[in-house]
């Protein structure tokens, strides 16, 4: 299996699978034949931008920052979204924030020009002449859209 297979592999694992350490996903690679070291697990998550964060039952998990998943992602890590200037202000549990602005950046929303991270909590800039409300309004949009 090549890097781009693997990596891919790894996606899918973690995207249908609790997968809270390094070595759950090694071993759930090489129930699927492929065997790899924690060292080539580490390089592929940084690489996918795969992150650890906390989920609403307070257990730490990887993520997907999916852009199709952001209305997911939203929902299930996002607990306040507010807006200054020309800035959404989204808070999440601590460590949720990285995966958030991620799923944000990859889903190329009208009118984001970036996002800025912390731990619990994350910057969405907006576009010259779009203003933070607008940004916070279409998240809150996306966050309340049924699965």
């Known amino acids: 299996m090549n890097r781009p297979q693997r990596r891919r592999l ?23 034949g492929v065997p ?3 060292a080539t697990v580490s390089r592929d998550l940084e690489e996918l931008g795969i992150n650890k964060v906390r989920g609403a039952d307070g257990r730490n998990a990887y993520a997907v920052p999916e852009a199709g998943e952001l209305a997911q992602l939203l929902r299930q890590f996002v607990v306040a979204i507010d807006a200054s200037g020309n800035l959404a202000v989204v808070r999440t ?15 190329g929303l009208p009118g984001v020009l970036a996002t800025v991270q912390g731990d619990d909590t994350l910057l969405v800039v907006a576009r010259q002449g779009v203003g933070g409300r607008a940004v916070a309004d ?7 859209r049924t699965a």
Not at 138 to 144: A, G, M, N, S, T
Request: net charge neutral.
């Open 93 to 107: 549990p601590p460590g949720a924030a990285a995966a958030v602005g991620s799923a944000i950046d990859g889903a």
């Open 36 to 38: 790899v070291t924690q």
């Open 138 to 144: 279409r998240l809150r949009q996306l966050k309340e």
């Open 10 to 32: 790894v996606r899918e694992l973690v995207a249908a699978n609790a997968v809270e350490s390094q070595g759950d996903l090694v071993a759930l690679l090489a129930r699927a």
